[in-house]
């Protein structure tokens, strides 16, 4: 069995906590789910675990998506910054400067963000104020990684599952 071809499709699919088998090569929208989302994300941490304390990418994203709000954007551009690094729930979080090196993690990475953009209604491309909350929080991330001081990232340490999921229904999302 070493043709690709007589591989099991276990291989080719990936499952979710949910039992759902994606396919990263055609993923369909109708397979995104977002409890199967939140979980993973709750257990993915931010720069590749190299912090003093858990810190998920839920977390971070919960926060980008307040930080939004913070500054006066409406629910529809707090949930795509809730669901702006949905994407890792599938393919997992890539530091920055490894993510750079993957021109094919890239273009999945698009994939998957357009799909999750129409499957949750969510505004593709971000908007500035996303890629500002983005990068104003992985400001404060660096300063936490640097320090261990939680200002900025107040759901480090946190089980961060059910506040996302909480956070998207607040904010109006259907799943």
């Known amino acids: 069995m070493t043709s690709k071809s007589k591989r099991p499709n276990e291989t080719r699919t990936l499952r979710t906590i949910s039992g759902k088998d994606i396919s990263p090569v055609r993923p369909r929208k ?3 789910d977002i409890y199967d989302i939140a979980h993973a994300l709750n257990n993915i941490c931010r720069f590749a675990g190299h912090l003093p304390k ?6 971070h994203s919960i926060e980008v998506s307040y930080h939004i709000e913070r500054n006066g954007g409406n629910a529809r551009e707090c949930l795509t910054g809730l669901l702006h690094d949905a994407s890792e729930a599938y ?3 890539l530091p920055t400067p490894i993510k750079v090196l993957c021109s094919d993690y890239k273009r999945l990475e698009n994939k998957f963000q357009k799909l999750l953009a129409k499957r949750f209604k969510l505004l593709y491309p971000f908007p500035m104020c996303v890629h500002m909350a983005d990068s104003i929080t992985l400001c404060d991330e660096k300063q936490f990684q640097k320090t261990g001081i939680k200002i900025g990232v107040p759901y480090a340490g946190r089980d ?5 999921v909480r956070r ?3 904010l109006g999302g259907k799943n």
Request: proline share 0%; aromatic share 24%.
């Open 54 to 59: 858990k810190y998920s990418v839920a977390a």
């Open 91 to 93: 393919l997992v979080d």
């Open 30 to 32: 109708a397979d995104f």
């Open 168 to 170: 998207f229904f607040e």
């Open 160 to 164: 961060c599952a059910k506040e996302f």
